[in-house]
C-alpha cells in the first residue's frame, strides 16, 4: 500500500466558551491517498469544517489545535514554522473554503485573482495567465467566461463566488485539495460538473481530495471512502461501496436512510437533535437518538474499533445487532 499523501492522527480542536471548552474536533483521525477522494460527511456543526481549518492552520480565534498530528508527505502541519505552512498553502494544499465572499479578494477582479494563481503556481505569463483563467472559469460552470472574467466578487451571486473560489483552488493543482461543501450552493447540473473537475484534478499525477459535505448522495456519487462524523468524533470509517451496502454504525444507517429515493414519498429523519458540544451526553454520543442503545451505551464510550479500513464506534454495529429491539 502506499503512503497516504496526508494522514491526521487524533486531530483535536477545541473553542473556549461562556459553558466551558468544547472540542469542536475531537480526536479525529483519517488518511488521504493518492488518486482517492475521501468524503467527510456529518450533520451540521459536527467539525467537519474545523477539522479542515485545522489542517490548513486557519482555526479561527478563540478556536486552537490542542492536540494531534497532521502529516504531509510525513512533515507535521501543526508542529512547522509558520512561514513553511504558508509555502504549501494555496500550492501544494489548497481548499474551497464554505464560505467563498470571506476568501475572496473584493477588490480584484475574478480574473485577475485565478490568474495571480496561475502566475505565481504554475509560472505561465500574463497573457496565458488569463487565458488559463478563463478556461477554468468555463470548466467550474461559469458562463460567458470571457466577460465574467473582469467581474469583482460583489458583482457575483453566491453559486458564480463559490465557482470561482474552486477555479482558484485547482488552479494551482496542489496535491491535496480540501473542498468545504463544495457544491452546496449549485444546481445539480453544474454540481456535477465541479465533481468532475475534482475527480479530473486528482486523476492526474499524486494527488487527492477531502470532501467534505452534509449530504451523503454526493459523497456516493464521487467519493472512494468516507468518514462520517458525529459531535466533533469519527464513528464510522470505510470504503464507499462498503459504507453504502452494509453501514454499521446506526447513526450511518440513519444517514442513509434520509436519502430522498425516487417513488417514496417521505423519507426517515433521524429523530432529535445534534447533542450540544458543551453538553455532551456520557457514553456513547449518539445514544440519545439511537434505537439500538442499551445501558452500557451510556455509560461508557465505544472504541473506532474494526479491521481491513471498515471502522466503527459502536457497540452492537452492522447487520448482526440489526434484529435487536426498536431496529432502524
Ligand atoms: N467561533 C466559534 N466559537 C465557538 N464554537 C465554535 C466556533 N466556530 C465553531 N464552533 C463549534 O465548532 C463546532 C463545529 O463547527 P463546524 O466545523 O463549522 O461544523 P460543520 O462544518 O460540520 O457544520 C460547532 O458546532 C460549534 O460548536
Ligand atoms: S454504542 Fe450504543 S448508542 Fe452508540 S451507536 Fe452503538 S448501539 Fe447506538
Ligand atoms: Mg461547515
Do not use: W
Not at 11 to 40: P, Q
Not at 146 to 167: E, K, N, T, V, W
Not at 175 to 193: F, H, I, K, R, S
Not at 239 to 266: E, K, N, W
Amino acid at each position: 500500500m502506499t503512503a497516504p499523501l496526508l494522514e491526521v492522527r487524533g486531530l483535536t480542536t477545541a473553542f473556549r466558551t461562556e459553558e466551558g471548552e468544547i472540542r469542536a474536533v475531537d480526536g479525529v483521525s483519517f488518511a488521504i491517498t493518492s488518486g482517492k477522494i475521501l468524503g467527510l460527511v456529518g450533520e451540521s456543526g459536527c467539525g467537519k469544517s474545523m477539522t479542515a481549518l485545522s489542517i490548513m492552520r486557519l482555526v479561527p480565534p478563540p478556536g486552537r489545535i490542542v492536540s494531534g498530528q497532521v502529516l504531509f508527505r510525513g512533515r507535521d502541519l501543526l508542529t512547522m514554522g509558520e512561514a513553511d505552512i504558508r509555502s504549501l498553502r494555496g500550492d501544494r494544499i489548497s481548499m474551497v473554503f464554505q464560505e467563498p465572499m470571506s476568501a475572496l479578494n473584493p477588490v480584484f477582479s475574478i480574473g485577475d485573482q485565478v490568474a495571480e494563481v496561475l502566475r505565481v503556481h504554475r509560472g505561465l505569463d500574463g497573457k496565458e495567465a488569463m487565458g488559463e483563467a478563463e478556461r477554468l472559469l468555463e470548466r467550474v460552470g461559469i458562463p460567458d467566461p470571457a466577460r465574467r472574467i473582469s467581474d469583482y466578487p460583489h458583482q457575483m451571486s453566491g453559486g458564480m463566488q463559490q465557482r470561482a473560489l474552486i477555479a482558484m483552488a485547482v488552479a494551482c493543482e496542489p496535491e491535496v485539495l480540501l473542498a468545504d461543501e463544495p457544491t452546496t450552493a449549485l444546481d445539480v447540473t453544474v454540481q456535477a460538473q465541479i465533481l468532475r473537475l475534482v475527480e479530473a484534478l486528482i486523476s492526474e499525477g499524486e494527488r487527492g481530495a477531502l470532501l467534505i459535505t452534509h449530504d451523503l448522495g454526493v459523497v456516493a456519487e464521487v467519493a472512494d471512502a468516507v468518514c462520517v462524523m458525529y459531535a466533533g468524533s469519527v464513528v464510522e470509517a470505510a470504503p464507499v461501496q462498503d459504507l453504502f451496502d452494509d453501514p454499521g454504525h446506526p447513526y450511518t444507517i440513519g444517514l442513509i436512510q434520509s436519502l430522498p429515493t425516487p417513488g417514496r414519498r417521505s423519507f426517515h429523519a433521524i429523530p432529535g437533535n445534534v447533542p450540544d458540544l458543551a453538553d455532551l451526553p456520557a457514553g456513547c454520543r449518539f445514544h440519545p437518538r439511537c434505537p439500538r442503545a442499551q445501558k452500557i451505551c451510556s455509560e461508557r464510550e465505544p472504541d473506532l474499533d474494526g479491521t481491513a479500513g471498515r471502522l466503527v464506534r459502536c457497540f452492537y454495529p452492522g447487520r448482526e445487532h440489526a434484529a435487536m429491539k426498536r431496529m432502524i
